[in-house]
């Protein structure tokens, strides 16, 4: 038996993420932060005197809504398979 001259190659480097993984990972990240922008603010300057736009429904439904669909969207990038073929 003789031996075979074997050029062994480098691994190839490889993203463990693609394109449309990151596209949708940007997606979410920007849901997220117009969700913590849209709580912001409401605050009295005089801790004596009570703001009721602390309780409007931007601050308690919409932008709580938005982060957590931010964070439905990052789940959803981290899990996509761009490799997968269609059948």
Not at 10 to 35: C, D, H, R, S, V
Not at 63 to 72: E, F, K, N
């Amino acid at each position: 038996m003789s031996k075979k001259n074997k050029v062994e190659q480098p691994p190839k480097q490889e993203f463990i993420f693609q394109k449309k993984n990151y596209t949708f990972m940007f997606i979410g990240i920007a849901f997220i932060a117009l969700g913590f922008i849209l709580m912001s603010g409401g605050g009295s300057d005089d801790p004596n005197v009570f703001n009721p736009e602390i309780y409007n429904f931007r601050r308690i439904r919409l932008a709580p809504t938005l982060v957590l669909i931010g964070l439905g969207i990052e789940i959803y990038a981290i899990l996509l398979n761009p490799h997968k073929k269609k059948a």
